[in-house]
């Protein structure tokens, strides 16, 4: 441990870090990992500790670690040109060709991309869009946004009370009055065990239905929805639920924005979530995937009829006043088109779909059976076992005891596998970069059945 010792208290000292129990870390009662290098699927520390990283950063080094094409393209890109802003009609290379070869993939409705650093910062941009739109409609009145329980959109003002969880909340004065939310689409955790499938997409169609109700459709302005819930457990939709909630919202006149900062490029085993469920979104969300995280970059697919009425506000009032200092950083664009190519010419979104696939019934067979695996589900290279201390009763271990995260250390630990315990439940979450192959599918399988049997027999 001598190489991460000065780290260590430089880390504990000078580093404020996000999502983390502060106090615990300045104390030093939590450890101090140093990543230094990674290839592949694998990362490893100073202490020469390599990891195989099955949640891919944060869902985010899709393609995997160690691209040297994209590092090429980031290197080429700072001799050339490191910086120059998108204001008034200024672009770059890279930051043109990104958009042309962002919507050659989006849904065939979308029209333009606005390109930000963060998926946070993409959403602040919907919303300001959003409520532009209906202000140069001549509906000031319609501003509120719908979310979701369970939805993770951000962590800003807006984005954080987007955000249904609530650690995101706590002692932030979050949600802001603008957002309101409606039922998560959690099949498991549904409140009535008999309902079917069909019937509980049938009961969060209702619910939404009943808060607009509630509220008014006049005062709504859009609805938001990751295609998979990510953060809030790893839960792909029930049946039938993406088209009941946009009969809904059509008939209400509500914005529908995809968030597919998880789902976009290929995470679900297709290009978009939105394709991949049949979504007609007035924006996407995007950013993990548009660079596998090799530079921060995020964007807004604004959709053909949301732009037409952009340009007439424009038309009306001059220029939006809207932007950001880094929106297009040429470095940004120039890694995402690297990686889009990538992407192509490795045949990943196939390779995510097959070996996702493969990953979720292997994690049946070994664990299906544990009296603890409550559910163990999926989609595309996304999977998630949820453990439970009763399955028969559905009955949930007590949060104090932290099974969860117990689970995904001991994983780390023994093994070397790193999975996320997810924050709403005791969730171990898997988001592999999309080039796993099957022999390290078998190993996070056998790493994640060897830490539950060591924690609950």
Not at 89 to 117: C, Q, W
Not at 301 to 314: M, P
Request: one cysteine or more; aromatic letters at 8%.
């Amino acid at each position: 441990m001598l190489t991460n010792d000065q780290l260590a208290q430089w880390d504990r000292e000078n580093f404020f870090h996000p999502s983390t129990h502060l106090a615990q870390h300045a104390r030093g009662e939590m450890p101090s990992r140093v990543i230094s290098r990674a290839d592949g699927v694998f990362i490893e520390d100073r202490d020469g500790t390599r990891f195989l990283d099955a949640f891919a950063g944060l869902y985010c080094v899709n393609v995997g670690y160690g691209r040297q094409e994209i590092a090429e393209a980031i290197a080429a890109q700072a001799r050339e040109l490191a910086y120059y802003h998108a204001y008034v009609g200024h672009g770059t290379e890279a930051s043109i060709t990104l958009a042309k070869m962002i919507l050659d993939r989006a849904p065939k409705n979308m029209s333009k991309v606005y390109f930000g650093l963060g998926g946070s910062d993409a959403n602040e941009t919907n919303i300001k869009l959003v409520w532009y739109y209906n202000n140069i409609r001549g509906l000031p009145g319609k501003k509120r946004i719908i979310s979701r329980w369970r939805g993770y959109h951000g962590s800003g003002l807006m984005t954080g009370s987007l955000t249904g969880l609530e650690g995101f909340h706590k002692k932030f004065d979050l949600p802001l009055s603008q957002v309101i939310h409606t039922e998560a689409p959690c099949y498991f955790r549904r409140k009535n065990m008999a309902q079917t499938e069909a019937e509980f997409t049938a009961h969060c169609d209702a619910e939404l239905e009943a808060l607009i109700e509630r509220e008014g459709a006049d005062t709504i302005a859009a609805f938001i929805g990751v295609p998979v819930l990510g953060t809030g457990g790893i839960v792909p939709p029930p049946a039938g639920y993406w088209p009941a909630i946009q009969a809904v919202l059509k008939k209400h006149d509500i914005l529908l924005i995809a968030d597919e900062v998880v789902t976009g490029f290929g995470r679900l085993g297709s290009m978009f979530g939105s394709t991949h469920y049949g979504i007609e979104p007035d924006f996407i969300t995007i950013a993990k995937g548009l660079t596998s995280a090799y530079a921060p970059l995020s964007g807004s697919i604004v959709s053909d009829r949301v732009w037409s009425v952009l340009e007439q506000g424009t038309d009306e009032n001059g220029p939006i006043g809207h932007g950001w200092t880094y929106s297009a950083h040429p470095i940004g664009a120039a890694a995402g088109v690297a990686n889009l190519k990538l992407i192509d010419a490795l045949d990943l979104v196939r390779n995510a779909g097959e070996v996702g696939a493969y990953l979720k019934s292997a994690m049946s067979d070994a664990l299906a059976d544990h009296p603890n695996v409550g559910e163990i589900r999926g989609e595309g290279m996304l999977c998630a076992v949820e453990l439970v201390e009763e399955r028969e009763t559905r009955c949930f271990f007590d949060p104090a005891r932290k099974i969860g995260p117990q689970v995904a250390a001991a994983m780390a630990a023994k093994d070397r596998v790193i999975a996320r315990a997810m924050p709403q439940g005791d969730i171990i979450g898997f988001a592999p970069p999309f080039c796993l192959s099957r022999d390290e599918a078998d190993r996070v399988v056998a790493a994640t059945a060897s830490a539950i049997r060591s924690i609950l027999g």
